[in-house]
């Protein structure tokens, strides 16, 4: 939000720089993130009566002003449309330097002298706008200096202010926040005006079909309106403000909400069928054109104003075509509501329609205001527009608020904020801030809840409130301290942290992403798994609509957008949380790991600008779980997994403890990886946690170190290609001796002479007693009858040689 200081301190007294001003207001919550000043002290620049305008002899698109400047007359070449004799205008002279840095120069403009120039407000940092010669009020006289015709330089600030605080986003609601900051006291405007028969009941009716999406609605009704610009001072602080100024009516809507946070809107009376207002939902195969003539696809759980036949507005974002303010409207009709902010967030977010109204109802504003900001936009129009004000209002109001009250103990809001503040001093805070204070003693109070703060709910707000004003700066900071709690479980934490730091040991970096993604991304990898995301009622974008169920997605996204800004080697890790539909329907939370390879994140050296071979990526994945495992005391077991969509078929496994899945890992396919554009294998794997954790605490007992040789024999054998490499092994380990220590896989090959179907694997077995050295003879035997083993079980052929 903008908010220019000049208007806050028309609410507010206080002494004080911008600079010390926006300190202030960071300190106490509400983000300055900007200072910016509007306008100069215009020196050398001076009132320019236009005396004549005649067209360029030498261009159609220019003219040639004769201007009065106080000092003689000048000849302009100038291109504004809306020069006209009789005009004034700001008229800046050769050698005037111009707000924006222009030095000015005498010069020929097509053939013709040019002596200075005629200025728009945009070239003297006013405003943007370049349409036309600003133009200046008849009764300056020419030579005028334009420091006294115009207001001084005007600092503007720029404000981040949190969702959960919808009052800041006023000019009245800083002024506030200021008042308590400075001690002062906030100056509310009046709002009186002369009202007229017939009363406003008798002018037009108000029904409200959707009270939970309304609860409240107010009209108005402006007879004899004149439709014209607003007055200088009013568009002026509009464009500071960030708004375009369109015409009075217009203009007082949008500077009543910029005042006091309450969105109006403004009807022609006389475009409205029967002169009345129903507040419903849109019905089935109606119809809806925006003021900015955009046709929008309007559903039947949109909330809309309509008059007797038709929606004519987006209720709480934007009016509608063919009942806005026109250049002959004379009557007026006024609306000032309350609207649901789930309601307006939905139509807004799905129609991808912001405004500043849809802005403030989004986070709701002020139900206790809604008429006051009537009253003052009445006002302003029976001034400036000349409108007569029927007597009283509409006021369409179900169900008021039930006010609410939070319990406060002095002591508790010491004791949170390590201050000895006295009762006094605490309640003095709240006043300021338009707290009201009830039932006070020397132990605590109660505070109402006004309704424009919806933030405010337990104790603890308050004790924010009260640590904000009186200075965060000025709350002590002690040494921190740990309290031990006799009987608490870390196991869980610890665990979590050693399987971290484990990761860390074999050269991964941890990641973090966000839990929300959108649903054409999870359908990348499993479109069939739908039915068990968890899609947000009201997201803050599609991309953010749904909830993760899985982490693998987004790893590979992460792998991918390294990438993309050439990173080429990548091994990461992310523990994190998912979450989905359970068998019962109900929402589900479950941690995971996941892990990602992509590139030679296995090779060191040279070795590492050869290409990476589809096999070796999944190995360097199964080495890497596999010490993971053994660090963390988990007994597993892998299977071939056929049901992944977006692992490779022939190079994916689940991971199994006991009978029991616990997670998958494998090569990415083809298709996923082509989104990112990998062209070399990308290797994930995905498990759930819990089972991760379950023995990382435990203690393994301890093998004393070999005191005697060990004997190695490799075996090379020929089989069928649907023998994977665990059934080897574990034929082998049920045919050998006590004294097998290791078997490693050193080689895989398949084609030549071996013959379709068939792969020859490699492996070397190590043997050694713990009580004597093992002669040849007794390895030798324990090698033959694994090699046997492997013929009769599994019809092997053993490569001799």
Request: aromatic share 6%.
């Amino acid at each position: 939000m903008r908010l220019p200081i000049s208007w806050l301190k028309e609410y507010v007294e206080f002494e004080d720089t911008p600079r010390g001003l926006a300190d202030k207001l960071t300190f106490s919550g509400t983000e300055v993130e900007g200072l910016e000043v509007f306008g100069s002290t215009y020196e050398g620049i001076v009132v320019g009566e236009i005396l004549r305008v005649e067209p360029h002899p030498n261009a159609d698109k220019l003219t040639l002003c004769t201007v009065q400047t106080g000092a003689g007359e000048r000849t302009v070449v100038c291109g504004a449309p809306n020069a006209r004799a009789g005009m004034k205008a700001p008229f800046a002279p050769a050698g005037v330097t111009l707000p924006n840095g222009l030095k000015l120069k005498a010069a020929r403009i097509r053939g013709v002298e040019s002596s200075g120039m005629l200025c728009a407000e945009d070239e003297l940092g006013l405003s943007e706008d370049h349409s036309g010669l600003m133009e200046l009020d008849a009764r300056w006289a020419p030579g005028t200096p334009l420091s006294e015709v115009l207001d001084p330089p005007e600092a503007v600030l720029e404000l981040s202010v949190t969702p959960n605080r919808p009052d800041c986003l006023s000019v009245i609601g800083m002024a506030r926040e200021v008042a308590a900051l400075y001690g002062s006291r906030l100056k509310w405007p009046d709002a009186s005006f002369a009202e007229s028969d017939p009363p406003v009941p008798q002018r037009t009716r108000v029904e409200v079909e959707d009270a939970e999406g309304c609860p409240r609605y107010t009209a108005r009704v402006m007879t004899g309106v004149k439709i014209g610009p607003s007055p200088a001072w009013m568009r002026r602080r509009l464009e500071l403000s960030g708004v375009r100024a369109i015409s009075n009516v217009v203009d007082i809507t949008n500077y009543v909400m910029l005042e006091c946070g309450q969105p109006l809107h403004a009807f022609d009376q006389e475009l409205l069928e029967e002169g009345r207002i129903v507040v419903r939902r849109v019905r089935s195969g109606e119809k809806l054109a925006t003021l900015d003539g955009m046709e929008r696809p309007v559903t039947p759980d949109m909330l809309a104003i309509c008059d007797a036949r038709r929606p004519v507005a987006l209720a709480g974002i934007m009016g509608g075509a063919g009942s806005e303010i026109r250049d002959a409207t004379h009557t007026v009709l006024l609306e000032s509501a309350c609207f649901r902010p789930q309601d307006i967030r939905r139509t807004s977010k799905r129609l991808g329609l912001s405004t500043e109204s849809s802005y403030r109802f989004e986070r709701g504003v002020d139900i206790g205001r809604v008429e006051w900001a009537s009253r003052r936009a009445a006002q302003w129009m029976a001034e400036l527009a000349g409108a007569s004000v029927a007597r009283g209002v509409v006021d369409v109001f179900s169900k008021p608020p039930v006010a609410r009250r939070i319990a406060c103990r002095y002591d508790r809001i010491n004791a949170l904020l390590g201050l000895k503040e006295s009762g006094e001093g605490i309640r003095k805070i709240f006043e300021s801030l338009e707290l009201p204070v009830e039932q006070a003693d020397g132990q605590g109070c109660t505070v109402q809840v006004p309704t424009f703060r919806p933030d405010l709910e337990v104790e603890v707000d308050l004790a924010e409130e009260f640590a904000r004003i009186h200075g965060l700066d000025r709350i002590p900071s002690p040494a921190p301290h740990a309290q031990l709690v006799p009987g608490t479980d870390d196991t869980l934490w610890r665990a979590v942290s050693a399987c971290r730091a484990h990761l860390a040991g074999l050269g991964l970096r941890e990641i973090m992403n966000y839990s929300f993604v959108s649903a054409r991304f999870l359908d990348l990898f499993d479109p069939g798994d739908a039915p068990q995301r968890l899609v947000m009622p009201n997201p803050v974008s599609q991309d953010q609509a749904v909830m993760r169920n899985v982490l693998a997605p987004q790893m590979v996204d992460t792998l991918g957008r390294n990438l993309a800004r050439q990173v080429e080697e990548a091994a990461f890790f992310e523990i994190g949380r998912i979450f989905r539909l359970g068998a019962d329907g109900q929402p589900v939370e479950e941690d995971h790991l996941a892990i990602g390879l992509m590139g030679p994140a296995g090779r060191t050296g040279l070795d590492r600008r050869r290409p990476v071979e589809p096999q070796e990526m999944f190995l360097w994945m199964k080495g890497i779980w596999e010490e993971l495992a053994r660090a963390q005391n988990l007994e597993w077991r892998m299977a071939k997994d056929t049901g992944c969509p977006y692992l490779e078929t022939g190079r994916a496994a689940t991971l199994l403890m006991g009978d029991e899945p616990i997670g998958r890992m494998g090569l990415v396919g083809a298709k996923q990886r082509a989104e990112w554009r990998m062209t070399q294998p990308v290797a994930v794997l995905e498990v759930r946690l819990e089972p991760l954790l379950g023995r990382a605490g435990e203690t393994r007992s301890c093998s004393p170190v070999p005191a005697y040789p060990s004997v190695r024999r490799d075996v090379a054998l020929i089989v069928d290609q649907a023998i994977r490499h665990e059934d080897v092994v574990r034929l082998i380990r049920r045919a050998a001796p006590p004294e097998l220590e290791n078997i490693e896989i050193f080689d895989i090959f398949s084609g030549g002479n071996i013959g379709a179907g068939r792969r020859s694997l490699a492996y070397a077995l190590t043997y050694r007693s713990a009580a004597r050295t093992l002669t040849d003879e007794e390895a030798n035997g324990y090698h033959e009858s694994i090699k046997q083993a492997l013929k009769q079980e599994l019809g092997a052929e053993i490569r001799e040689g």
